[in-house]
C-alpha cells in the first residue's frame, strides 16, 4: 500500500516536472503582460508632478529652493544628470549617488540640518517622503538618456570595485551575498524572477527602471530603499542612508547597466 | 488639499483616447492602523468633457485603488479638443483640470 502509494506520488511528481517548463514561460508572459499594462498608466507620474514643486519650493533657514542643485551637469540642470549618476563630486571630494547628493543640496542651499533631512527618507503610501517625490521628478528627466555611469576618476574606479566585492560579499546570518541571488540565473522569490544583476544581460533592464512605484503598496520606491529592503532580505545590518557602501554598491550597479537608455521612473508589481 | 491629477487625450483616427491619473487616498473605511479604523475616504464622482459636453458621468466606490488610472475611449473628436476631468469625494473635497486633445 506504502509503495503503491510512493510510485502515486512519484508519478505526479514526474509530471509535474514535464509540465514545469511549459508552465513557467506562459506564466511569464503573462507576467510581462500584466507589468506592461501596469505601465501603462502608471501613477508615477503623479510623483513626478509633485516633485517638480517641491524642487522649485524654498524651504529651509535659508528659504531656498532646490533649483540651483549641481547634479552634476552643472547647477540646475536636471536632463540627463541621474543617466550620469554616481559620480565624483570635487566639492565633497567623494562619489555620491542621487539621493546623496540631493541631501547635499538642502544642507548646502537650503540651510538645513543633516539629521533633519534625513530623518524620513522611506515614507510610506499614507506620507510619502521628501526625497521619494524628487528623486521621481529627477530621474524623469533621464528618460530616454543612455546610462553612461564613468569611472575614469579614481575615486569612482575605487567606489565601482568596492560595489562589486560588496555584491560578492557573503556575511549575516544566512550567509547571503546578493549575488546569492542576483549572480545566478534562473533563481526567483515566489513569483518574481530575480535578474543576474553582476552581468549586462540582467542590469541593463533592471536598472534602468528603478527607482519605481509600486502598485502593490501604492509607494515611490527610491534606489537607496531598494538596496535598503535586500540587505534587510538578507538578515543583514540595516545599511546607513547614503553611505559610501551603499553608493558603491549602486556604481556597481549602474556601471555594468551602462549603455542602456534610461527608461524610469519605472512601475513595478 | 488634493494631489496634482493629469490628463493625456491622443486622437486614434475615428475616436479619442482619454487617460486620467489622479492621485487620491482611496480609503475603504475598513483599514486599520494600529487598531484604529482608518475613516473612508473615496472619490464617489468622476465627470468628463470634451469641449463642454459630458461624455462620461462616472460613480465610484471604495474598490477601486488609491492613486487610480482610468482611460475612455469617446468616439469622434478633433485635435485642440477641450477634455476637463473633475471628481469628488465623500467628503466633498474635489478636483479637477484639463487638457488638449493631441
Known sequence: MLALRTSAVLAAAALAIAAAPVHAQDEKKEIEKYQKML??????????????????KPQGPKHASLEKCDLGMGPGVLKGAYAHLPRYFADTGRVMDLESRLVHCMVTL?????????????GNADKPSELEYLVAYVVGKSRGVRIAVSTRNPKEKAAYELGRQLFHYRAGPWDFSCGSCHGVAGKRIRMQSLPVLDKPSGARHTYATWPAYRVSNSQMKTFQWRLNDCYRQMRFPEPTFGSDATVALTMFLAVTANGERYAGPGTKR | MPGPMKIRATLKGSYTDIRVLMSHPMETGQRKVKGK???????????????????????????????????FRVKGGNKGDKVEIGWVDNKGESNKTEAAVA
Do not use: M
Request: charged share 25%; proline share 5%.
Open chain 1, 39 to 56: 505601465a501603462e498608466g502608471s501613477p508615477v507620474e503623479l510623483f513626478e508632478l509633485q516633485g517638480e514643486d517641491l524642487w522649485k
Open chain 2, 37 to 71: 479604523l482608518v475613516p473612508a475616504h473615496f472619490i464617489e464622482n468622476i465627470t468628463v468633457k470634451v469641449n463642454g459636453k459630458t461624455v462620461v458621468e462616472a460613480q465610484t466606490s471604495q474598490s477601486i485603488s488609491r492613486n487610480p488610472v482610468f482611460a
Open chain 1, 110 to 122: 537650503q540651510g538645513r540640518d543633516y539629521k533633519e533631512a534625513t530623518k524620513r527618507v522611506f
